[in-house]
T-cell receptor
Framework: AQKITQTQPGMFVQEKEAVTLDCTYDTSDQSYGLFWYKQPSSGEMIFLIYQGSYDEQNATEGRYSLNFQKARKSANLVISASQLGDSAMYFCAMRDPGAQKLVFGQGTRLTINP | EAGVTQFPSHSVIEKGQTVTLRCDPISGHDNLYWYRRVMGKEIKFLLH????????ESGMPNNRFLAERTGGTYSTLKVQPAELEDSGVYFCASSLKSGGRETQYFGPGTRLLVL
């Protein structure tokens, strides 16, 4: 069974600093997809970034990048130049090729301090 | 383009009552998913529709939960009778196609509290 682990329940970062949110995963599949979602206090889940297991380069989307280390089974989210609006819950998720469902980690609550 | 919408945003009911949650996916999205987050735990998959057919309902907790997707458009999730442990946030997501780089787009969720 697939499992996602996010070991940081909460993080506090100063505005404009870079922040890394940890995510490790466990799967026996060779083909899989990894996702990060942001959930601000308003409640909606916002898709941030996707990494495929066969992608040779780390995914990037604006200030978001994914530090994908396949051998270590980690897919950490890096947010550069953090902003107050980045304060939210962040969820790492995985999808296996055999099913379309996403398996989520417990989330990390990120707080950006001015 | 409108995103995934869910109704109601909040629901407070008593144990034993019935509640029906509704999800309207993004127009044209054949895939519709239901997830649930119970307080303090992970977001967990409930089921997956492709158009009007249930593709995967392995996450449905028991037969008190009934999901339908009429005509392959909106979906409803009925809980009858509700129990205390059903409290949580119910998310709906939709996607255009399955597999590959398919991205699931989530709605804002319905917060259900069973007293």
């Amino acid at each position: 069974a697939q499992k996602i682990t996010q070991t940081q329940p909460g993080m506090f970062v100063q505005e404009k600093e870079a922040v890394t949110l940890d995510c490790t995963y466990d799967t026996s599949d060779q083909s899989y997809g990894l996702f990060w979602y942001k959930q601000p206090s308003s409640g909606e889940m916002i898709f941030l970034i996707y990494q495929g297991s066969y992608d040779e380069q780390n995914a990037t989307e604006g200030r978001y990048s994914l530090n994908f280390q396949k051998a270590r089974k980690s897919a950490n989210l890096v947010i550069s130049a953090s902003q107050l609006g980045d304060s939210a819950m962040y969820f790492c998720a995985m999808r296996d090729p055999g099913a379309q469902k996403l398996v989520f980690g417990q989330g990390t609550r990120l707080t950006i301090n001015p | 383009e409108a995103g995934v919408t869910q109704f109601p945003s909040h629901s407070v009911i008593e144990k034993g009552q019935t509640v029906t949650l509704r999800c309207d996916p993004i127009s044209g999205h054949d895939n519709l998913y239901w997830y649930r987050r119970v307080m303090g735990k992970e977001i967990k998959f409930l089921l997956h529709f492709v158009k009007e057919s249930k593709q995967d309902e392995s996450g449905m907790p028991n037969n008190r939960f009934l999901a339908e997707r009429t005509g392959g458009t909106y979906s409803t999730l009925k809980v009858q009778p509700a129990e205390l442990e059903d409290s949580g946030v119910y998310f709906c997501a939709s996607s255009l196609k399955s597999g590959g780089r398919e991205t699931q787009y989530f709605g804002p969720g319905t917060r259900l509290l069973v007293l």
